[in-house]
């Protein structure tokens, strides 16, 4: 596919200044694109990297004189990357039809123009909405239902009754609906708590690979719109996320906490159980987060304080051996003055 | 189904004070149980909740003037609880037999009413017990043994030679048996050392989804009665975890370590290899074990202290750069003290 | 499969004190082994269970008296053990060609003696290579290669377009391929941005279960020759990780980070983004590493200092609550020192 920069530039609607007749048949990073390729200055570090690009193009914030060729001037050059990317990025793969070697359970309904690839296994009672894509080795449970347009890739697991929204995509390997970690302690044995509530997942949610998400032990485990979840996240039963809100990879949320809209959860860090976390709150990766956080924060540390107190303890922490012979040694200096004193 | 409530007191061997002859059809929490449920005050802290339930009966531990409906009297709500939700759960779906798209190897054994789904793929010379469920996408190596009751969960992995004890479940997406972590380096290289060992996982444990359970390299790895573990945990090469211990989500237990019986290791913990932790040990969330712990312990932080220790140094970290200041106020008053007495 | 005691010394070339005619059918530890096996003292601190090994011949570093039978005398008795233990370690199971249940994808070649399983799916125009084996469940996406030799075990997914050297072994359940997590925010949702790169992985590579390796956003994510990782490993869009490294379980590399080579990437450990970590550097399990660091460098903390300064740290954090104490008793101490010489 090529297209005339102009093209590009009007479907997001920002101007070029330069040529926008020359064609642009893919984006890419300023040291790997090639003549052809439209690039972007999203990072003003790599601003070095704009006089060497072989790039036809480039999406930049301000007109550079690093760069003779056509410029696309962009209040965020990021975002307009992610636009104009979209643009050229090849769609999912899509198996013609359903595979004579999928299963499809009884009373299951399959909307229009879905995509079932061989080795899908769906149970009964389900609801397959229009345009889902189900890649080889998906298991879907029975009385679940998958919303339009969304794209669930190999060897996912979705237990029975949960429901996923539209445009939703989830990715290779998550497990979803799972049995939350619930027991009771009968003074011999662990007496395990069927867990009988259900995971909830909206619209526009994309799940990474290698998730875990528990479903409740009664109500629902809930996964608000627009969430976004990287690898190997866990999110245990009853817990909720709101609106927009994005956890990293291998960060862990125990049951029943609920976390507002557009926080960010860090890399690694976990947040313990029944907390109510704020919206716009930022934790800071590898923070243990012990109690509930106010709207807007921005947390580090384990247990968490605010960032700036967490970052100047560090500071201290790292000249602790300094402060104890400080303090040694004034303890040895005011003994000799007491004794000074004393002799006097 | 729907119960008198004399039939659910007389199953747990609680008493009633009320009309026991009321029907329920299910069990759920104060909040979201509608007429002809259950429910259950386990948690002091939700006492006001148990006002506006619309529960058409209450396991509370004492008769409450709060709620007007037959009370059942439990010693301990949360397993009456659990006890009651287990009456009322929904077995796990079964395939009817064995599917026609299931692979089973030669020389494989199967016990009686097994239920293989279709894509389940079982190796040679297997052992698969009575009642046994393998779920669509489960892989069976050769000479596994599977116990009966057992259920294994949709895209779950267990490789050749593991021993699966009676009335386990397997969650989705775990992998049983791969091989441990083990390299010899000879100055250029990192050389395998084949893992010949297997993984022997005893009665009634519950593995949560997307664990990683190691084989040996060479005996086994084991995992005694009762143990339940969360998601995404790790259990490297010839670990033992000893009856009734509980994993929780994203800890991992490096190679060789011994873990006793009724120990809890919390959320994202991490052992080190080599090491004993005693019975009944508690390892706070997010702390990391460098060295053994002796029975009964309780203790957190990197590398662990114990807990109340821990829980002093805290504070102190947080008032660091206050004592930083103190350090130096008081570093200038002494060097003053010290002028002041050579003046004299 | 027995060997004399002499075949095995010559294949390894190591020379042996004692009967180098006695038959041994495997190796075993010190403690596990029986009358035909052979054992090994690899860990000076299991020197006492070398007196009551069964074993019919040991592998030491220095003739011992310790042990009556024949010995066999290794520099390096940790890598004897591995290169004898793979003369003995049976080869993955091999499904004899190509399963009638697999799907192959039009256009994809396969190599001579391929082991192909059935509910295998490999999509369009791959290349698998020779004696490549592909067990149950595991997704091969569009144009994906996989080199000769190469292992992947049950529920692997491979997205499309992924490069995969020689003789490399990916264990069950892992993800390679799946989309980085990236997004831009246009003020009300994240947009994503797609993931066009891909993952190269090098000959002899061998990944863990359970890993999540992200495709590049542009460009391509690169795991060297030799690299192992261990289980539940992140590795994100646009990380290279050098030559040989070793990153041990639950580690998490955020997008673009440089690992050099030699490098041990300690259990639990998270390294931020864009980082550089240089050649032979080692990061001590559950660090947090926050910023680059020197070739060579052995760093541990979270964020990292040098190794020897963290452990000393360690011990004045657990000893706060006492320094808080001769702190403010100093303060008193300097209050009346100051106080009696006003009063003089």
Redesign the interface.
């Known amino acids: 596919m090529e297209l005339t920069l102009r093209y590009i530039a009007e479907s997001i609607g920002d101007p070029v200044i330069g040529d926008d007749q020359v064609l642009i048949r893919?984006?890419?990073?300023l040291l790997?694109a090639e003549k052809g390729e439209i690039s972007f200055l999203a990072d003003p570090r790599l601003k070095d990297q704009i006089k060497g690009t072989k790039a036809s193009a480039v999406i930049v914030k301000e007109l550079t004189n690093l760069y003779q060729g056509p410029q696309l001037i962009s209040p965020?050059p990021?975002?307009t990357?992610?636009?104009v990317?979209?643009i050229?990025?090849?769609p999912a793969?899509r198996f013609p039809g359903i595979s004579e070697?999928a299963?499809i359970g009884e009373g299951t309904h399959l909307g229009k123009d879905v995509s079932i690839?061989?080795?899908v296994?769906v149970?009964q009672e389900a609801a397959i909405g229009n345009r889902v894509i189900l890649?080889?080795?998906v298991?879907v449970?029975?009385r679940v239902t998958v919303g339009d347009g969304s794209v669930v890739?190999?060897?996912v697991?979705i237990?029975?009754d949960s429901i996923i929204g539209k445009e939703v995509?989830i990715?290779?390997?998550?497990?979803i609906g799972?049995?939350g970690?619930?027991?009771?302690?009968?003074g011999?044995?662990?007496?395990?708590?069927?867990q009988?509530g259900i995971v909830q997942i909206e619209d526009?949610v994309?799940i990474?690979?290698?998730n875990?998400i528990?479903r409740a032990s009664?109500?629902k485990t809930l996964i608000q719109k627009?969430v976004?979840t990287?690898?190997?996240v866990?999110i245990?039963h009853n817990v909720v996320v709101g609106e927009?809100t994005?956890i990293?990879?291998?960060a862990?949320i125990?049951g029943s906490t609920r976390i507002g809209r557009n926080v960010v959860i860090g890399?690694?860090v976990?947040v313990?159980d029944h907390l109510e976390i704020g919206d716009r709150v930022m934790v800071v990766?590898?923070s243990?987060v012990a109690q509930s956080i106010s709207p807007g924060e921005v947390v580090s540390g384990?247990?968490t304080?605010p960032h700036r107190?967490w970052l100047?303890?560090?500071g201290?922490?790292?000249?602790?051996?300094k402060?104890?012979e400080?303090?040694r040694e004034?303890?040895d200096?005011?003994k000799e003055?007491?004794e000074?004193?004393k002799r006097e």
């Open positions: 893919g984006i890419n990073s790997l965020n990021y975002l990357y992610a636009r990317a979209t050229f990025a090849p793969p070697k299963i690839y061989p080795f296994y149970g890649f080889p080795g298991y449970g029975d890739y190999p060897n697991t237990m029975s995509i990715h290779a390997g998550s497990v799972s049995d970690f619930g027991y009771a302690w009968d011999d044995v662990s007496v395990k708590i069927p009988t526009n994309e990474g690979a290698q875990a528990d009664l109500g627009g976004k990287d690898n190997l866990q245990s927009n994005i990293i990879a291998q862990g125990a890399p690694q976990g313990s990766g590898g243990g384990f247990p304080m107190l100047k303890t560090r201290h922490v790292r000249r602790l051996p402060y104890s400080r303090l004034l303890e200096r005011v003055l007491e000074e004193l």
